[in-house]
């Protein structure tokens, strides 16, 4: 996704303020991303309902299963 597409995604969503309200970041973080953060990918694709596929295929190739958390298996034997 180029920065465009993310920037537009955000300003769709409210803009960089509303955005770094539901982070908890400061404005001027959002403000700054030339890219989706890689710490922030999963959060933003679930606020602006774009794939991470999409905002960073470097990290999550569109052809890779989607994400699943473990599940820990609290019985045992």
């Known amino acids: ?10 300003t769709a ?5 509303a955005i770094a309200a539901e ?10 991303w030339q890219e989706a953060p890689a710490r922030r990918v999963i ?9 991470r596929s999409k905002l960073r295929p470097d990290l999550y190739p ?8 473990a599940v820990r298996n609290e019985a045992r034997p």
Do not use: F, K, N, T
């Open 1 to 10: 996704m180029s920065d465009e597409s993310l920037h537009a995604a955000i």
């Open 43 to 51: 959060q933003l694709e679930r606020l602006l309902g774009i794939p």
């Open 62 to 69: 569109p052809d890779s299963p989607p994400h699943r958390p």
């Open 23 to 32: 982070l908890g970041i400061s404005r001027q973080a959002v403000e700054q």
């Open 13 to 17: 969503r409210g803009g960089p303020r």
